[in-house]
């Protein structure tokens, strides 16, 4: 008569549906929840490393390249549309794997309108180009990246004399 | 304003060269800003004559200037009313170029040889010189000629590495009203100049005073007045004024001090980021391209934070390109396809017509962003990394939902990682409450917490933190140095066994120590000067 539904911006609640009733996006999380209402952390890599793989093969590409390309492949058994393409885009900006810009018409853009907004990949390829982000001069010392800074003071309890920090990064 | 840990670490270097009374007086001016010798006494509690020999000291090595304020002086340290008095201020930016006198040693002697870096040096040791003075000591260092010390002297001037000295106690005038109705009328925000702007924008020469040398202007003085003497006393007083002009004006000339000129070094240093910023970024061919546009725009740029350099010809570019001979292989459409790359989005290189410029504010907001990325991912993870991304791009307000669904994250990750953010000052939080009746949410109303970066605070943030992070490094090799003092004291051969190996091990302590800091100083130099 009744099934349990998973609401995923309250999971703590237990929600009923009439079996008949199919619950919307907003309950189920829509593409990238499973059924149990978690983030599909696994699907979401997949289609974020297969789009990332079709940015490079084109250099440049707009999210209706990308969304022509994955629907006549029929990669996909879920029904992804154009704002979750959208979205994966969006988060391999985040994860600076591609860079967001808007077209200027001219070189590697020529066929792209300008203006409009395209996904250029990094050429991590390129002789020279490091695999991973370069660490900053902060990031690649101890204070850099330390927990306790606003605590240290020269003569505190947490000092650059006593820090452990510093000891671990002097060992030779 | 300087930061706290800014001063602090002003202080520490000012104690490590000139020792604990001229740091206590810098000290009390940086934290108060510009004061009167008696003020000074008065917060030092120090003896005239120390607080005296001390601004010497500071004033000496550029990193204090003495000047007085047009205005009326009111308060407590007015002597007769309307008398204007002399005022010190401390110059934080010169300070901070004490820690980059190897880099500044370095784009010298690359560009002019080792003999003008000799003579550098020591206008870098000792402040400021006159040129008998430089003459004198490479006499005694190198035994060079005047001549020759003259003619290096000369080609350092015509660089703009050695400029003349500031005036010794300029009038400042208030601050210009001319400015202030432009402020009000321009639709673009004019930040006023600091005192230390003003200051040293009136202390500091004409441009042609400023970069005027000439060789042998001591000889020169020293025939002017062989011939000036017996006459002088039969011609009469129109005579002994003339005399006494000519004479004013030739000691003006011969007693020139000379010291380094930083904010061109500060340039270079600016234009070496921005080629290694491309480099990293785009291939040596694009790095190569942008150097050559820097070497061809350099004499038009009249400020160290310029925006854009003057705009070029792809002819005028390419023509810059081979003149070194590493370049030689080079084609035009190598080049020209260099520049489409450049000026391909992120637009580090403006296109206009046929020309080009470069955007350095493009460029130094680039690296900036990749330093502070750096951080964020090292300090709070990945997490974190991917909201700084989205929130700085955004540069507005977000609910904490919102986010995790851009980045992928599991709400509870999310909300955790904001706060740390929060609180270790690298994002803004704001409540907004929805609903509800006057007496809460909580009868039927909801509350939600958004987010933002706000750059130029999270900018003074990170410098703040990077002060504080030089000073350590400083104070840690300190306290390395001061706990094997005894190996240290040992003669070589007596190092054997464990006081080998600490004294290996301290030997590598410095170096690791010293390059951390000369890296770190380039991110201060990022943040603070570029």
């Known amino acids: 008569m009744i099934k349990e539904v998973v609401n995923v911006k309250n999971k703590g609640k237990k929600h009923y549906m009439a079996v008949e009733f199919e619950p919307s996006t907003e309950l189920t999380g829509g593409a990238w929840y499973d059924d149990d209402g978690n983030l599909h952390v696994e699907f979401i890599n997949i289609v974020k490393k297969c789009c990332l793989q079709k940015i490079k093969q084109l250099k440049v590409a707009t999210l209706e390249t990308v969304l022509q390309l994955f629907k006549t492949s029929g990669v996909f058994k879920a029904d992804l549309k154009e704002h979750h393409f959208e979205e994966i885009l969006g988060a391999l900006v985040l994860d600076n794997e591609v860079m967001e810009v808007k077209s200027n018409g001219m070189g590697e853009f020529g066929a792209i309108p300008e203006g409009k907004v395209c996904y250029k990949a990094f050429d991590k390829q390129r002789v020279g180009a490091a695999a991973e982000p370069r660490i900053g001069a902060m990031a690649s010392m101890p204070c850099g990246v330390c927990p306790r800074i606003r605590s240290c003071t020269p003569d505190g309890v947490v000092s650059p004399s006593t820090c452990v920090y510093f000891q671990k990064w002097l060992e030779f | ?530």
């Open chain 2, 1 to 530: 304003m300087v930061s706290q840990h800014g001063i602090l670490y002003a202080v520490h270097l000012i104690t490590n060269q000139f020792g604990n009374l001229v740091a206590k007086v810098c000290e009390c001016l940086l934290r108060n800003g510009a004061l009167t010798l008696q003020a000074i006494v008065r917060r030092t509690e120090l003896s005239p004559a120390k607080v005296r020999n001390c601004l010497l000291v500071l004033i000496q090595h550029n990193c204090a200037q003495a000047f007085i304020l047009e205005e009326s002086v009111s308060g407590e340290d007015a002597g007769e009313p309307g008398k204007a008095l002399t005022q010190y201020i401390a110059l934080f930016v010169n300070i901070l170029h004490r820690v980059r006198f190897s880099k500044f040693m370095d784009v010298v002697s690359k560009e002019l040889g080792g003999s003008c870096g000799e003579l550098f040096r020591g206008l870098l040791e000792h402040g400021r010189l006159t040129v008998k003075q430089i003459v004198d000591r490479a006499g005694a260092n190198a035994k060079e000629s005047t001549n020759t010390v003259q003619e290096d002297l000369g080609k350092l001037v015509m660089a703009h590495y050695v400029e003349c000295c500031p005036a010794p106690e300029p009038l400042v005038p208030p601050p210009d009203a001319d400015t202030k109705k432009r402020a009000k009328s321009s639709k673009v925000m004019v930040e006023p100049l600091t005192l230390e702007q003003r200051v040293m924008a009136v202390a500091m020469p004409s441009a042609m005073r400023r970069f005027s040398f000439v060789p042998n202007a001591d000889q020169v003085a020293d025939d002017q007045q062989n011939v000036n003497q017996p006459p002088s006393k039969d011609v009469g007083e129109k005579r002994k004024l003339h005399d006494l002009e000519s004479d004013t004006a030739l000691e003006e000339e011969v007693e020139c001090n000379w010291r380094a000129n930083f904010e061109e070094l500060l340039r270079r240093l600016r234009h070496k980021t921005c080629v290694d910023t491309i480099k990293v970024r785009f291939d040596d061919a694009a790095a190569t391209v942008l150097s050559a546009m820097l070497e061809a725009s350099r004499a038009e740029e009249d400020k160290v934070k310029t925006a854009n350099s003057v705009p070029l010809s792809l002819n005028t570019i390419y023509e810059e390109v081979v003149k070194n001979e590493k370049n030689h292989s080079m084609t035009f459409d190598h080049v020209r396809t260099c520049l489409e790359e450049l000026s391909c989005p992120p637009t580090f290189v403006k296109t206009d017509d046929e020309s080009y410029s470069i955007d350095f504010t493009k460029i130094t907001e680039a690296a900036q962003s990749e330093e502070i990325e750096s951080i964020v991912l090292k300090r709070f993870g990945e997490t974190a990394y991917k909201i700084f991304r989205l929130l700085f791009r955004a540069g507005c307000l977000m609910e904490t939902d919102k986010i995790a669904d851009r980045i992928f994250a599991e709400k509870k990750e999310t909300s955790k990682t904001l706060f740390k953010m929060w609180q270790d000052g690298y994002l803004l939080m704001e409540k907004l409450v929805v609903g509800g009746t006057t007496t809460g949410p909580s009868y039927g109303g909801s509350s939600y917490l958004l987010w933002k970066v706000n750059k130029r605070l999270l900018r003074e943030t990170i410098l703040d933190e990077m002060f504080h992070a030089a000073l350590n490094l400083n104070l840690r090799l300190a306290h390395e140095i001061d706990q094997n003092k005894e190996v240290l004291n040992l003669p070589p051969d007596k190092r054997e066994g464990p006081d080998k190996q600490k004294f290996d091990r301290l030997r590598n302590v410095r170096l690791l120590i010293h390059s951390s800091l000369m890296k770190l100083d380039d991110a201060i130099m990022l943040f603070h000067d570029f």
